[in-house]
């Protein structure tokens, strides 16, 4: 799809105007994109986290959705660095992350990153979602994948709760472990 987007937003120029669009799903997208959308205040990225290109992102930008399949690494390098990018959004003050049936949760390096991204929102959310019937398949010890993402969430937390320092900030882990949600 990422190959035709300029096409396809060119061959559309006559049903919308590109200053009225406010929302923007990119769909498997491996690579940085350039796109005129001044108007964009919600952004879904899927399988595309390396689509974030901070030229190329509205500066109006509220809200975004990351959400990343294990079947889908090719369109989906893990490469957090990329969230960098989002300090250069003023105006960006939710941020959601969802990974679904990830064997191995991001390293530390990653970790660092997502903490210091998440204390650049209001609104922040991480979490490992999962098909029982996936692990089954591969035959990957459940157990095992849990405790590797819940150990990854409370790293996150202790990472948040050192770099936000004396901030107010209410803190909800889910009850499995593997999702965290805070609030500044």
């Known amino acids: ?3 035709n987007i300029s ?8 049903v919308i105007s590109s200053n009225r669009i406010v929302e923007l799903h990119l769909f498997r997208c491996d ?3 350039s796109l005129n959308l001044p108007m964009v ?5 899927i399988d595309s986290l390396d689509a974030l290109n901070a030229r190329s992102l509205s500066t109006n930008i509220r809200s975004i959705q990351i959400i990343l399949h294990h079947e889908c690494l090719d369109f989906a390098s893990g490469n957090w ?10 105006l960006l003050n939710s ?3 969802l990974l679904y049936n990830m064997l191995n949760p991001p390293d530390d390096t990653s970790c660092k990153v997502i903490a210091e991204t998440a204390m ?3 609104d922040f959310g991480f979490c490992f979602r999962r098909n029982h019937y996936h692990y089954a398949e591969l035959n990957h010890d459940i157990d095992l994948v849990y405790m590797k993402h819940s150990l990854f969430i409370e790293r996150l937390r202790n990472s948040i709760v050192t770099l936000s320092q004396n901030e107010e900030l209410y803190i909800v882990v889910d009850e499995d472990g593997c999702g965290i949600f805070i609030w500044f």
């Not at 096409?7 to 006559?14: K, M, N, P, V």
């Not at 205040?41 to 990225?45: F, I, M, N």
């Open 120 to 122: 650049t929102v209001a």
């Open 95 to 97: 941020l959601r992350v």
């Open 1 to 3: 799809m990422s190959d």
């Open 41 to 45: 205040t919600h952004l879904t990225l």
């Open 31 to 33: 690579r940085q994109i």
């Open 81 to 90: 660095t990329a969230l960098r990018v989002l300090s250069t959004l003023p």
């Open 7 to 14: 096409s396809f937003a060119a061959f559309l120029s006559h």
